[in-house]
């Protein structure tokens, strides 16, 4: 397969076909991803709860997400790597210029932010930079003490007017992918008609562009209930391989998310 860039996320909107993303945070788990045509690894810090145990992703650090992201670019995998900007790691320009130098020198092709309009000055700043951004926007896991829970966001009117805003004005201000976690479907539509740039979805819908989902989710083996947006594609699987390769194409083919899997306004 060719190595996968931005320019092939965004033919993707433009051609209005779809692409995958799984979250990999080492080399053989990258390779096996590579190897399933999925097109995109999100080095999350998800890691926080996925690998390291904690109850949120806030004590994730740049240093964590920073050797993770190596250890999946030792993979040299065909995939578009994305590395997430940790909890207050982009908190100041000091700040948030070491950590894109750490993230993208460690392997990272985009960086993920996470929050709302308030991301427009940090887009720019990255754009000047030459450090491309995923504005990840709705259920945000970093803001988790701030909403409550992990809630579905997006809900009323003026909530769906908030982030329909910070998605155009982010779109405007040189975001190249956006994120939208846990919104209700119709959000998504009015965010698709609204913005230009790939739009990658979790719990949003089968609107987008791209959908991304956690591997060990993906894989059934987070412990606990599974959330609403999650399907084990290990389920009907005879390897991991096998459980990526059914995942990618279920996004491509449009299946996946079905209607169980989202949520409506
Ligand atoms: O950290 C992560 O894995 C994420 C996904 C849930 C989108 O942000």
Do not use: W
């Not at 051609?15 to 390779?31: I, K, L, Q």
């Not at 190897?35 to 996925?50: C, K, N, W």
């Not at 790939?198 to 989902?213: E, F, K, M």
């Amino acid at each position: 397969m060719a190595k996968i860039t931005l320019n092939t996320l965004k033919k993707h909107r433009t051609d209005a076909t779809r692409f995958s993303m799984v979250t990999a945070y080492d080399a053989c788990f990258a390779s096996v991803a590579s190897d399933s045509g999925i097109d995109s690894i999100l080095v999350g810090d998800s890691l926080g709860m996925v690998l390291q145990g904690h109850a949120s992703t806030l004590p994730v650090t740049v240093s964590d997400i920073a050797y993770h992201t190596a250890c999946v670019a030792a993979a040299s995998p065909d995939c578009l790597i994305v590395s997430d900007v940790p909890f207050m790691a982009s908190a100041t320009t000091q700040d948030a210029v070491e950590t894109a130098r750490a993230l993208m020198q460690a392997g990272a092709h985009v960086v993920k932010v996470e929050g709302g309009r308030n991301l427009v000055d940090l887009v720019k700043l990255y754009r000047d930079q030459g450090v491309p951004t995923c504005c990840h926007l709705g259920l945000t896991p970093q803001f988790v003490h701030q909403f409550g829970g992990y809630r579905v966001q997006g809900r009323t009117d003026e909530a769906a007017k908030r982030l329909l805003d910070a998605a155009a004005s982010l779109d405007q201000a040189g975001a190249d992918l956006l994120l939208l976690e846990c919104v209700p479907n119709q959000v998504t539509e009015a965010i698709m008609e609204a913005t230009s740039v790939p739009v990658i979805g979790i719990g949003a819908g089968p609107s987008t562009t791209g959908q991304v989902l956690v591997m060990h989710d993906l894989l059934g083996i987070t412990p606990g209930k599974p959330a609403r947006f999650v399907k084990n594609f290990m389920q009907d699987a005879s390897s991991i391989q096998q459980a990526f390769e059914d995942f990618d194409r279920a996004v491509k083919q449009g299946v996946f998310p079905s209607p169980e899997h989202c949520f409506e306004q």
